[in-house]
């Protein structure tokens, strides 16, 4: 019955598969404090000066928002130096790239490349949308293989992805690299950039791709919200792209998918210059202290230009990561990008990173009296 009722391309899906909550491990192991360092969510929480715009305008919650966010756009156009006409907010980048992906590729026709692995929104909505997904397996450095991506396109190639800072390895690379990707694309084809964890990259020049729009005609640029400034949970991305494509986004978006709190939350944002310059520091830190801690372990630990680590433990990477769910420390297995020998570690505060480190310690010391 089903059968009939749906699109062929339902079949197969499995879904999203996100970091474990706080609350879900506080219940399975009935452990009062647990802490998660999972979903690469801002380790300061969420800034003062963004709960108190949220408290102040919750009177607000009545009222739909403006279409198409333009307070916000205009806001975020002057602060990255691009026109306003080229800004889309969405309900966090997943929807900038499902609006890409709907507005560009043609179903049963086109195609979209990226690395492999990746972040899985590209994969599940490119299907969804019945369009071919072809991935490149990234080098063995997880470094990018620019050659195998270009053999991967042709004429009907929608859209190639590239998270810079990838994620789940944390390695970036310089953007130079990229202009000169973009150059070797099919003209068709849009380069999307998907800067999630740009703010984390040092120094931020090398990498980005801003400075970079005005001279390549189809590049689009990914940010998001909810790591640097904290607010994964309202949901708040947005997309830097020509003029003429942000014009056909905004035209099929759904009005009011960024919502009046959302909107109000990420203008606060824009302006808690010192929450930034605090997250920078405290994650820039966190990365040093957990990427040398964790080699002093024995883990095979990745360099990385994110607010996470990627690393492969001397033991049973599931084991270890149930043994830490079992003592309150909520990682991210590597198992849904298919490297289940790997883990990965959201950088925290101080005190997370240091119970991190305390609790694997235990975990590993443990596994070598018995092995
Ligand atoms: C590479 C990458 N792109 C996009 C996103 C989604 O960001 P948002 O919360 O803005 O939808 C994530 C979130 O984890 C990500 O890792």
Redesign the pocket.
């Known amino acids: 019955m089903t059968k009939v009722l749906v699109r062929p391309e339902m079949a197969g899906f499995k879904p999203y598969s996100p970091g474990l909550s706080i609350d879900e491990i506080k219940k399975r192991y009935g452990l009062p404090r647990v802490i998660k360092m999972a979903?690469?969510e801002n380790p300061l929480g969420t800034s003062p000066v963004v709960q108190e715009r949220l408290k102040n305008m919750s009177p607000m919650a009545f009222r739909y928002a403006q279409a198409g966010s333009p307070a916000l756009t205009e806001r975020l156009a002057a602060h990255l130096g691009v026109p306003a006409s080229c800004v889309v907010a969405?309900?966090?980048?997943?929807?900038?790239?499902d609006l890409l992906l709907r507005v560009v590729a043609r179903p049963g026709v086109d195609n979209v490349v990226a690395f492999s692995p990746?972040?899985s929104?590209y994969d599940v909505q490119s299907r969804l949308c019945g369009v071919e997904f072809r991935q490149a397996k990234l080098n063995a450095d997880f470094s990018f293989p620019f050659d195998q991506l270009v053999s991967l396109t042709d004429e009907n190639t929608a859209l190639v992805f590239v998270?810079n800072p990838?994620?789940?390895s944390g390695h970036a690379c310089p953007a130079a690299d990229l202009v000169a990707l973009a150059s070797r694309l099919p003209a068709r084809t849009l380069l999307v950039v998907?800067e999630?964890?740009i703010d984390f990259a040092e120094p931020l020049d090398v990498f980005s791709m801003l400075p970079h729009l005005d001279a390549i005609p189809n590049l689009v640029v990914?940010?998001?919200?909810?790591?640097m400034h904290g607010l994964?949970g309202l949901?708040?991305?947005y997309g830097v792209m020509p003029e003429w494509l942000a014009d056909l986004l905004l035209r099929v978006k759904l009005p009011f998918s960024v919502n009046i709190l959302a909107e109000q939350a990420g203008l606060a944002a824009l302006e808690d210059d010192i929450f930034v310059s605090q997250t920078l520091r405290v994650v820039s830190e966190g990365r040093r202290l957990l990427e040398r801690e964790l080699s002093a372990l024995g883990c095979k630990v990745w360099p990385s230009q994110a607010n996470f680590l990627m690393f492969e433990p001397p033991m049973d990477a599931r084991v270890l990561f149930e043994a830490l769910l079992a003592l309150g420390v909520i990682i991210r297995p590597l198992g849904s990008y298919g490297m289940p020998e790997k883990l990965r570690v959201s950088i925290g505060n101080e005190e997370e990173n240091l119970e991190f480190l305390t609790k694997t310690a235990e975990v590993l010391r443990g596994h070598d009296r018995h092995s």
């Open positions: 979903s690469n969405g309900n966090g980048s997943d929807e900038i790239i990746c972040f929104i998270t990838d994620n789940p998907d999630a964890y990914l940010r998001t919200f909810s790591k994964a949901r708040l991305g």
